[in-house]
């Protein structure tokens, strides 16, 4: 049983008890307001939580080891080649989840990341605002769709999976099981698209990173590339390698 599942019998147990003690007079009607909130609170709470596994089961971190994973998502996008120079300087492998509509474009990137030795993930097709408010098999259209994307371009298929914006729900949980893909989370969420400042942002990264953390990260945002070097060099001073993510979490990352 999933979290959620749990979760909907806790609710409906509680709400049957209250509403007992409701009809013979022990109890206002009005305590089934607090059930229902906290089932739906709990609903929304786990959606947004990836780490919490609570629709579906995604990798979030590896235990006891001193290396770390970089990720990036929503490329190819306007850093994805200086990211990419940095990373071969520093001899880094990475993983890009990619949006399949940018990666239709720019397929001459998706062919870099594997030349490179990085590993290709899928993002969904389009990445759109409303990607969690479709059916399953519009959600599993979309995976399927960037996987002949990449196929097409490497061909091989990807099975690793990022979430667009991390949300999860039981119809995505259908579409990853559907199309036999992994999903892959974080353990630390360096926040860069909404970072103002390259200190601050570093900062938070280096000040938490510990071994086996999987990082998110976006090469379409331009602070990020500025921070790079820094943050290898960073974490390299900590103690901590660079391993590819598929390799860090021992999983196959093509099909
Ligand atoms: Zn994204």
Redesign the pocket.
């Known amino acids: 049983m999933r979290p959620y599942q749990i979760v909907h019998l806790l609710a409906a147990i509680a709400a049957i008890g209250i509403g007992t003690l409701a009809y013979f007079h022990y109890l206002s009607w009005w305590w089934l307001v607090l059930p229902l909130f906290l089932h739906q609170a709990l609903l929304i709470l786990g959606a947004i939580y990836i780490g919490w596994n609570f629709y579906l089961v995604s990798m979030h971190k590896a235990d006891a080891v001193q290396a770390v994973a970089l990720t990036f ?2 490329g190819p996008a306007t850093e994805t080649t200086a990211i990419l120079d940095i990373l071969k300087a520093e001899h880094v492998e990475a993983a890009f989840f990619c949006i399949g509509k940018h990666a239709q474009a720019h397929p001459e990137l998706v062919k870099r990341w594997h030349e490179d030795g990085h590993v290709v993930g899928n ?1 969904s097709f389009l ?1 759109g605002f409303h990607f969690d408010w479709q059916s399953s098999r519009k959600m599993a259209q979309e995976l399927e769709q960037t996987n002949e994307v990449i196929f097409k371009t490497l061909g091989k298929t990807p099975l690793l999976f990022r979430p ?2 991390g949300v999860t729900n039981p119809n995505l949980a259908r579409a990853v099981r559907a199309t036999g893909m992994c999903s892959i989370g974080w353990s630390l969420r360096s926040f860069d698209t909404k970072a103002r400042d390259k200190d601050e942002l570093l900062n938070r990264i280096l000040g938490r990173l510990k071994g086996g953390d999987i990082i998110l990260l976006h090469d379409s945002v331009s602070l990020t590339r500025e921070i790079l070097t820094d943050l290898i060099h960073g974490a390299r001073q900590k103690g901590y390698t660079f391993v590819r993510v598929d390799k860090m979490l021992g999983i196959e990352a093509y099909a």
Do not use: L, T
């Open positions: 998502d929503d993002h990445h667009p914006y």
